[in-house]
């Protein structure tokens, strides 16, 4: 194989990317690559990743959640309760800025010093024990293949800076775009959404509910898509919970990411429709909210779509 084929093969990456997405951008010292992408999916989950050997990022992003917490707020590695709940990191790979009260970082290398490296609360905690645990992997000749086949350009390629890459690009690689709503409006299947869920949209954009109003664009997550954008600053909202701007979260897969609101007060979707009928003063019909929901139901794709109510 001459060198070029094989730079091209190592290079590699398609985007499985739903109709109406384009891909995001990259930042150009951490290219997309199949092998860096599988090393940082087994990162992903790999529990020797955190201090005590308990906690992975799966465990508070859950793949069966479409990677959000099943719990109303997280829990970290020696057993303290976050702040918040973890919510879905798919379509990350589009996102500006990142927590529910965003902070500086604009991109996903940034942000995974947080889980990584937090000390109070401790997530995975790994701040003190970096050469301890790179370490760990290194004593497994299965992570020493997967560092060199994601980074075997370099003679010691076990370092955090690539653990670091390694599931920055991971992340970015959970893309989607292929629910119903999707094929509907942008795979032109206009069998796609059923009656219900085309008046639950209609419902969802009317001026009576407003919720398309911070709930917009492809992500129904706010009106922003470039950190240089001075409306990433607008990106958060008042939260109909009371309790301060949040950032608006996305609602793509919103069917299976439960609970809801950034301390998952809200147990169920009914719940938070309760919660904005009262705060915003509507009243939903019987029949519209089922149409709401099944609108919500609509943007939750497969693997995770659930079954039909
Ligand atoms: C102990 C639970 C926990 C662990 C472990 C954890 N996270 Fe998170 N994650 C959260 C919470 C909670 C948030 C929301 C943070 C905030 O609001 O500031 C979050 C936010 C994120 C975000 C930003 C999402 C967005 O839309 O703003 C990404 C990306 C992310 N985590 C990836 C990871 C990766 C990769 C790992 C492993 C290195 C990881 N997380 C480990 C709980 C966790
Ligand atoms: C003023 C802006 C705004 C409007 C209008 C709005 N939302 Fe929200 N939405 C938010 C914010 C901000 C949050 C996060 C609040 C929190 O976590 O406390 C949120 C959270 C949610 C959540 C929970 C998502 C999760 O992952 O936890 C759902 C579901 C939701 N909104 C649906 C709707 C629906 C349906 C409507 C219309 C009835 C609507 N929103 C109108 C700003 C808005």
Redesign the pocket.
């Known amino acids: 194989m001459s060198l070029l084929v094989a730079l091209l093969l190592a290079s590699a990456w398609q985007w499985q990317l739903g109709p109406g997405f384009a891909p995001p951008a990259i930042p150009s010292d951490n290219p997309m690559a199949a092998g860096k992408v599988s090393l940082g999916a087994r990162l ?1 989950a790999e529990p020797r ?2 201090v005590n050997g308990t ?3 799966a ?3 859950d793949p069966a959640h479409a990677f959000a ?1 099943p719990r109303p ?5 020696t057993g303290e309760p ?1 702040a ?4 879905s ?1 798919v379509n ?1 790979a589009w ?1 500006a800025a ?4 965003p902070g500086g970082e604009t991109s ?1 290398e940034q ?2 010093r ?3 490296f937090n000390r109070a609360p401790v ?2 905690g790994i701040a003190d024990h970096e050469d301890e645990i790179l370490a760990r992997l290194a004593a497994d000749a299965t992570w020493r293949d997967a560092f060199n086949a994601a980074f075997g350009e370099d003679p010691a390629p076990i370092t955090i800076d690539h653990v670091i890459a390694a ?1 920055a690009a991971y ?1 970015r690689s959970l893309t989607g775009g292929r629910s119903a709503f999707d094929r509907h409006v942008f795979g032109g299947d206009h069998t796609a959404l059923g009656a219900d869920a085309r008046r639950g949209l209609d419902l969802f954009y009317s001026s009576r509910l407003g919720c398309g109003g911070c709930h917009g664009g492809l992500l129904f997550d706010g009106p922003w898509k470039d950190a240089a954008h001075p409306r990433v600053q607008a990106a958060v909202a008042q939260s109909v919970t009371g309790a301060g701007a949040f ?1 608006v979260p996305s609602l793509r897969n919103v069917a299976v990411t439960a609970p809801y609101f ?1 301390d998952g007060r809200a147990a169920t979707l009914d719940a938070v429709l309760d919660r904005y009928a009262e705060a915003r003063r509507f009243t939903l019909s019987p029949r519209e909210r089922a149409e709401l929901l099944a609108f919500l139901v609509a943007l939750t794709e497969p693997p995770w779509q659930p079954a039909a109510p």
């Open positions: 992903f990743l955190s906690t992975s990022c465990s508070c992003h917490d707020v997280s829990i970290g590695a976050l918040t709940n973890a919510p990191i990350a996102r990142y927590g529910w009260r996903l942000q995974l947080r889980p990584l997530e995975l599931l992340v950032r950034h």
